[in-house]
């Protein structure tokens, strides 16, 4: 199976035109297409599968379970998958079963241990006044993300242990936020503020055959190595926004094999 990934167009600001890869059985979109909702339309009648794992974005100036509900009338109306702490299973061309299992992984603000959390949260709440966002009625602020991730990262770890018993033949983990500190925005590097694109969840890497994500606007193509000789792909492809120069080099057609 052969798969297109999308993220970070923000296409309520920027201009870009999604068009299919030749050749891709399946398009990932890993979150922050357009805060606004409107772009999603043009992934309607999209020629193969569309899987959406929802950003931060996606959740601007809206109450959290609402914004969920929403997308996911949204998405039933263009014919797209929408996951959040949920699965489904796509067949390729050659019959293999591939999971997919996505959710948004909010930023638990432990990239750099619980010694440096109280400093990544306080970092986080400049992000989190941006989104101006609510849970409960309550602003979505640092704390509540945290509560968030942790849901997140409970739901990830168990989905990801549980026996294929046939079911399918490879997995792939779509989140918004990043699994490591590697994949960290070499222009701003290890600071406080980073938490709020990374967790640490280096340790869950290699019980997936493949990692999508996306947040970061750079791209990455990395190997996490797992038992066995085995290793487990991790690859961002951003485009992120033309007048900071982050869409220079992105390559939406880059082909991306669940079983290369």
Known sequence: MRLQLLSDLHLETEAFDPVPAPGADVLVLAGDIDSRWQALDRFAGWPVPVVFVPGNHEFDGRELQDALDGLRECC?????????????????????????????????????????????????????????????????????????????????????????DGAWDATVAVTHFAPSARSLDPRYGKQPGSASFCNADDALIPRADLWLHGHLHCRHDYRVPG??????????????????GEAEGFDPFKPIDVFG
Do not use: I, N
Not at 136 to 157: H, I, T
């Open 76 to 164: 039933a109306r263009l014919g797209m998958t929408l996951l959040e702490r949920e699965t489904c299973v796509l067949a390729g061309p050659d019959g293999r079963r591939v999971r997919f299992a996505g959710t948004v992984r909010w930023c638990d603000f432990d990239l750099f241990g619980p010694a440096q959390r109280d400093r990544a949260l306080r970092a986080g709440e400049y992000f989190q006044r941006v989104m101006r966002a609510t849970r409960g009625g309550q602003p979505f602020d640092a704390a509540a993300v945290r509560e968030e991730a942790l849901a997140c990262r409970d739901w990830l770890a168990a989905t990801l242990a549980a026996p294929a």
């Open 227 to 244: 038992a066995g000789g085995r290793s487990t792909r991790v690859v961002c492809q951003a485009r992120g926004l033309e007048h900071k």
